[in-house]
Structures are given as structure tokens and as C-alpha cells.
């Protein structure tokens, strides 16, 4: 059975603080893996797709990389303004859907 | 580009009634769209997958008679809750797909059934 387990479940740091959100996975034949990020009350906002092993991706703070078994979401230096919750979905080559872990609560004390 | 909206976005009826939720792809056409729940503090569990011109698939234990869903056109699918109860009450999400994979999520839509 696919699945997705992220963690921490919720991680507070300090502004300026580097840290890295992990996303293990199991999938029957990996399409791509995805990275959105969600504000209380709002749809998931896109960051990344990630499709194969050694993949990085990089967007102002946020990097993510992949592995064939987890993928990683490194925040550098980060800001009050980043803290949200970072959800990690799969998609497997059969399928249209994709299946979501249940997130990391991310709090960045200013 | 890909932005996705949904109407309303939040919504109060009374038990008993039916409520439709709009969803649209504003910049893109998609041929797949997906709906979703989400309850507080969890994940967002898929309810069906919704493809343009065509029955929706439902995921198990999703009532297709409650959740009527439509797919008219390459940017619009509608989520219609029947016979609206209590524990109907959630954040309704929905999603497009542009290309190949990748999602783009409306922003959601807070349904209270009172």
C-alpha cells in the first residue's frame, strides 16, 4: 500500500535557524512526489515536483530534494513569514491521485 | 499562472438542504479535477476524482448520491452536497490538474451545517 509519513509532526525555530522537514515514502513505481505548502484556512500552495532520485529543487528559502525512499525540505535562514504547514504528497505511476502525508506544523519565532 | 478558485468560500445552511461548491481553473484547462476534505489539524483525504465529461470515481466509503459532482467543462466542476447534515461540516477543497502531474488547489471552501 502507498504511503506517505512526514516528520516532525511540528517543529518551532527560531528566526534565521536552518532545519529540514523529512518526507518518507513507499510507492509501487513513483511518478513524482510533491511539496505544497498550507496557511490555516487556505488551499495548499504549490512549491515543488520532484520526479527522480538525486532531483533538487530550489525556491527562495525552501530547497527539496529527493531519494528513492524519502525527500527532504531544507529551510534557510528562515522567516516568521514561512511558518505554515509543509505537506508532502506521492504519485504513483498507475494512478491520477495523489496521496498526502499528514503535514508538518512549522512555527518560526521572530 | 494555474490558479484555481472556489465558490463559495464559506457557506451555512441548514440541516436538510443542499449545497453546490464551484470550483474553476481561471488560466488553464483541466481535464481532471479533484475533490477533498479536510478536517482540523488533518491531511486532506481525496473524496473523488472528476474528469471532464464523464462519471466521477469516488475513493470507498464516499457516498456518490450525497456528493454529486459534475464536471460540465475543461474549467469547471461543481461539488454538490445533498441532504445536508452536522457531520457534513468541513473545509471542501478541490483541485486541477494542469499538466502531466501536478496539482493546483482552489482555496477552499468552509461548509457549516447547522
Known amino acids: 500500500e502507498d504511503q506517505v509519513t512526514q516528520s516532525p509532526e511540528a517543529l518551532r525555530l527560531q528566526e534565521g535557524e536552518s532545519s529540514s522537514l523529512n518526507c518518507s515514502y513507499t510507492?509501487?513505481?513513483?511518478?513524482?512526489l510533491f511539496w505544497y505548502r498550507q496557511d490555516p484556512g487556505k488551499g495548499p500552495e504549490f512549491l515543488f515536483t520532484?520526479?527522480?532520485a538525486g532531483e533538487e529543487k530550489e525556491k527562495e528559502r525552501l530547497k527539496a530534494t529527493l531519494t528513492k525512499k524519502e525527500s527532504f525540505l531544507h529551510i534557510t535562514a528562515p522567516k516568521p513569514e514561512d511558518s505554515a504547514t509543509y505537506l508532502c504528497?506521492?504519485?504513483?505511476?498507475?494512478?491520477?491521485?495523489?496521496?498526502f502525508g499528514k503535514g508538518t506544523r512549522l512555527h518560526i519565532l521572530p | 499562472g494555474a490558479v484555481v478558485s472556489q465558490h463559495p468560500s464559506w457557506v451555512i445552511c441548514k440541516s436538510g438542504t443542499s449545497v453546490k461548491i464551484e470550483c474553476r481553473s481561471l488560466?488553464?484547462?483541466?481535464?481532471?479535477m479533484f475533490w477533498y476534505r479536510q478536517f482540523p489539524k488533518q491531511s486532506l483525504m481525496l473524496m473523488a476524482t472528476?474528469?471532464?465529461?464523464?462519471?466521477?470515481?469516488?475513493e470507498q466509503g464516499v457516498e456518490k448520491d450525497k456528493f454529486l459532482i459534475n464536471h460540465a467543462s475543461l474549467t469547471l466542476s461543481t461539488l454538490t452536497v445533498t441532504s445536508a447534515h452536522p457531520e457534513d461540516s468541513s473545509f471542501y477543497i478541490c483541485?486541477?490538474?494542469?499538466?502531466?502531474?501536478?496539482?493546483?488547489f482552489g482555496p477552499g471552501t468552509r461548509l457549516t451545517v447547522l
Open positions: 472528476s474528469n471532464e465529461g464523464s462519471k466521477a470515481t469516488y
Open positions: 504528497a506521492v504519485q504513483a505511476n498507475r494512478d491520477d491521485k495523489i496521496i
Open positions: 520532484l520526479y527522480s
Open positions: 510507492v509501487s513505481g513513483l511518478r513524482g
Open positions: 488560466d488553464f484547462q483541466a481535464t481532471t
Open positions: 483541485s486541477a490538474r494542469r499538466a502531466a502531474d501536478t496539482q493546483y
